[in-house]
C-alpha cells in the first residue's frame, strides 16, 4: 500500500516569490492535516480537512497561506508571499479520523523542506 | 488547552541497553490518546505505539512499551535492547475526545544509540 506522497521534497525560493506543496493521502483515507515543523521543534497543525470540508483551520496564517483539497484526495498547500520565517518543513498527513478510544492514527509523508532566502 | 512537555533534549544508549524516553501531558478532557512517533533523519514521522485513557494495562508493540502512570500525566516511552538504528527524534502527542482527530506533539528527544 503506497504512503503519503509529498513534492517536492525541497524547495528553495528568494522572499516574496510564491511557493506551492502538494499531498497525496493514503488511499481511503477521509481526514488530512498540514502540519509545519520548525528546526528542532514538533510539528504543529496548520489545517485540518474532512473530505473536502477544512474543520481547523485556526492555525493557518490567512494572509499569506492557503489550502485547498479538491474532490476530498489530494491537497495543495500555498504560500503567497513566503517571508524569511516560512523557512520549515511542511509535512502532510492522513487518517482514516478517530475519536476517543479509536486509536486513529496519523500516516505522515517525508515532508517538503522550504527555504526562502 | 492540551500540553505535551517533553524535557529531554537529547539521550545517548549504548547498543542493546534499554532507554526510557519521557514525556508528561496536560488535559483536562477524561478521554484522550497517546501516541509516540519516530522521525528518522529522511524526516517522515513513523508511528510507533499508541495508549488510550482507559486502557487497563500499558501498551507494547515489540520492542517499544509505554509507561503510562496516569496519576502522574506521564506516557514515558521505554525502547529495550536498542539498535543503532533507533538513532532518531522521538515525539510524544496527543489527541483528546473534543479536539477532533488532531495531534498536539511535544518538542521532541534526539536519541542517539552507540556501539
Known amino acids: 500500500e503506497a504512503g503519503v506522497v509529498q513534492s517536492p521534497r525541497y524547495k528553495i525560493i528568494e522572499k516574496k516569490q510564491p511557493v506551492a506543496f502538494w499531498c497525496n493521502p493514503i488511499s481511503g483515507h477521509n481526514t488530512l492535516y498540514w502540519y509545519l515543523q520548525n528546526l528542532g521543534q514538533g510539528p504543529e497543525l496548520l489545517i485540518r480537512y474532512e473530505n473536502e470540508e477544512a474543520v481547523d483551520d485556526s492555525q493557518l496564517p490567512k494572509d499569506r497561506f492557503s489550502a485547498e483539497r479538491l474532490k476530498g484526495v489530494d491537497s495543495t498547500l500555498k504560500i503567497q508571499p513566503a517571508e524569511l520565517g516560512d523557512s520549515a518543513v511542511y509535512l502532510c498527513?492522513?487518517?482514516?479520523?478517530?475519536?476517543?478510544?479509536?486509536?486513529?492514527?496519523?500516516?505522515f509523508g517525508e515532508g517538503s523542506r522550504l527555504t526562502v532566502l | 488547552a492540551q500540553k505535551i512537555t517533553q524535557t529531554q533534549p537529547g539521550m545517548f544508549v549504548q547498543e542493546k541497553e534499554a532507554v526510557t524516553l519521557d514525556c508528561t501531558y496536560d488535559t483536562s478532557d477524561p478521554s484522550y490518546g497517546l501516541f509516540w512517533y519516530k522521525q528518522p533523519s529522511s524526516g517522515e514521522m513513523i508511528f510507533l505505539i499508541y495508549q488510550g485513557s482507559y486502557d487497563q494495562q500499558n501498551a507494547t508493540e515489540g520492542r517499544y512499551s509505554l509507561n503510562f502512570q496516569k496519576a502522574r500525566k506521564s506516557a514515558n516511552l521505554v525502547i529495550s535492547a536498542s539498535q543503532l538504528g533507533d538513532s532518531a527524534m522521538y515525539f510524544c502527542a496527543m489527541r483528546v475526545t473534543g479536539g477532533g482527530n488532531k495531534l498536539t506533539f511535544g518538542t521532541g528527544t534526539q536519541l542517539k544509540v552507540e556501539l
Open positions: 498527513a492522513s487518517s482514516l479520523g478517530g475519536q476517543g478510544e479509536y486509536r486513529g492514527e496519523l500516516f
